[in-house]
Structure formats: structure tokens, C-alpha cells
């Protein structure tokens, strides 16, 4: 069994970002026509974007205070399989023996592992609203719902890739 641990220092400084970000979308809405431009010549605009920004970064910042302070929230690999509770997305437990294959894929320069297992609606309907829509997503764009990278995690990602991979093989095996 191997766990990893959040990067607390990481979730905070995202946090931060988003708060600077929800900072801004107040600025939007308290004086949309003061940032009007040539490309947004409508203020109403402005304000709808302002509204947009600030309900997108309160949920960011929520979701990942909530991972901050949450001591269960550990990134886990057993017998049984992965169990990622630090990702705002939160798969509690990928079963080794729902999972077909596991593939390196970068999203934005951003290193990811594609998990690809036999029943990814059972994955998609464990969730709701747009936890739910954003595994829908996945499941179009990259054809599987489960995605795993060390953007919160202690460790690189070669480190988890290999901690996965190996694992996989170990398990898959018995």
C-alpha cells in the first residue's frame, strides 16, 4: 500500500489564484462599463462575465479549501486499487480489475494518466452536477472519465506514474 500526500503548499497558492480571480469578476460586475473595449463595447457583457467568474472561482475555492483542510484527503494504492481523494473530481476507488489499460496523455502541457476501465458509466453516475458533466467530458473528449495527474499531489509525475504503473502490473497479475 502506498499513499501520497497532498502538496498543501500547491492547494494554497491555487486557492490564492482564485481568489485574485474572484477579486476580478467583483471588479466585472461593480463597474462593467468602466472595462468596456473595443471588443466587449457592452457592459452587459462584462457584468454577465463578472457573474460567471465569480460563481466558477467561489466553487474552485471551496472545492480545493475543502481538500486543504480535509485530513482523509490522501491520494491511495492498495490491492484493491486507486483511490484518489485529493483531485477536486474525487474517485474513491478505481478497481485494478475494472481497468483495461492505463496511457500517458498531456492535456494543456499538463502530464496525465488515462485510466481506461470496462464500465466507465458506473464511474460517471457515482457523481452529480458538474462533477458529473465534467466526466461526461472526459469520457467524449479522451474516452475514458477518469484522468489522474500530480497537480496536488507531494510527489512528481514520474513518481506516481511509476507508483500506478507498477502496481497495476503487480495486481492485475493475481
Same mark, same amino acid.
Given at each position: ?16 489564484? =482564485? ?7 467583483? /471588479?466585472?460586475? =461593480?463597474?462593467?462599463?468602466? %472595462? ?22 467561489? @466553487?474552485?475555492? %471551496? ?5 486543504? /483542510? ?9 490491492? &484493491?486499487?486507486?483511490?484518489? &481523494?485529493?483531485? =477536486?473530481? !474525487? @474517485? ?12 500517458? @496523455? ?9 485510466? /481506461?476501465? !470496462?464500465?466507465?458509466?458506473? %464511474?460517471?453516475?457515482?457523481? &452529480? ?7 461526461? /467530458? ?13 497537480? @496536488? ?5 514520474? !513518481? ?5 504503473? !507498477?502496481? %497495476? ?6
Amino acid at each position: 500500500m502506498k499513499n501520497i500526500k497532498k502538496n498543501s503548499l500547491k492547494l494554497s497558492l491555487i486557492i490564492v489564484v =482564485m481568489i485574485l480571480i474572484l477579486m476580478l469578476g467583483v /471588479f466585472l460586475i =461593480m463597474n462593467p462599463t468602466k %472595462y468596456s473595449s473595443f471588443l466587449f463595447r457592452n457592459g452587459m457583457v462584462i457584468f454577465i462575465a463578472g457573474i460567471i467568474n465569480i460563481i466558477i472561482s467561489t @466553487y474552485c475555492i %471551496y472545492q480545493l479549501g475543502s481538500k486543504l /483542510f480535509d485530513r482523509n484527503a490522501i491520494f491511495s494504492i492498495n490491492s &484493491k486499487g486507486i483511490s484518489d &481523494k485529493i483531485n =477536486m473530481l !474525487d @474517485y474513491p476507488n478505481i478497481s485494478w480489475k475494472d481497468i483495461i489499460k492505463i496511457e500517458e @496523455y498531456n492535456i494543456n502541457n499538463v502530464p496525465h494518466l488515462k485510466v /481506461f476501465v !470496462d464500465n466507465p458509466q458506473q %464511474y460517471i453516475k457515482q457523481k &452529480k452536477g458538474l462533477k458529473k458533466w465534467v466526466l461526461n /467530458f472526459n469520457y467524449k473528449k479522451y474516452h475514458t472519465p477518469i484522468l489522474l495527474n500530480s497537480t @496536488y499531489l507531494s510527489c512528481s509525475f514520474d !513518481d506516481l506514474k511509476k507508483s500506478i504503473l !507498477d502496481s %497495476y502490473k503487480e495486481y492485475q497479475n493475481n
